[in-house]
């Protein structure tokens, strides 16, 4: 597979930059070229379309959602300690797309929307995999979600470490983890 265009990269990123900060009414595609440093005929070579330009990045989400579920499944520490230590926003590609993601789902775009729940859906069924319990499985996805929240709120709650005590957030996760194992008693 040969590597797309240069150009088409640099549209991609600054239109998830823009949905990320400015949210989609902003992201015209006059403004989506002009962060890129693209002329708008540059644009509608890649792009013919704003709903193109909406469909590539999906694309790209699940892209970079595909390899982010073959670290979770390589994880030393398993599934679910990584999504939830890996739910800190760190600005990387993954996280401005996947913000970008959210915020083109909010306003009803179809192929964002498909996107999310794909990878959603991914990471629920490695992580239930591995603790064998739906409840469980949910609840840890719940903690990912709430921390990737928490550190992308903005001023005083930034903090450096993002996800307070993750050390013993993930010992919570294990013994969420080993309750799921425990069987029930008095059938």
Known sequence: ?????AAREKLLDAYAEMLRTDGERAATLEAVAARAGVSKGGLLYHFKSKEALAEALSERML?????????????KDGPSAYYVRT?????????????AMIRL???????????LQTIHGWW???????????SVAETIMLI??????????PGDLERPEAGGDMAGILRQVEILKQSSQVAPAGN
Do not use: C, H, W
């Open 124 to 134: 629920l069924e490695m992580i239930l995999d591995e603790v064998g319990e739906p």
């Open 144 to 153: 990912g979600d709430g921390l990737y929240s928490y550190s992308a709120l």
């Open 1 to 5: 597979m040969s590597r797309p265009p």
């Open 63 to 75: 892209e970079l959602g595909r390899a982010d579920l073959e670290k979770m499944g390589a994880a």
């Open 105 to 115: 789902s909010q306003s009803s775009v179809e192929p964002a929307r498909r996107a």
């Open 87 to 99: 739910s800190v926003n760190d600005k990387s590609t993954f996280d401005i797309t996947y913000a």
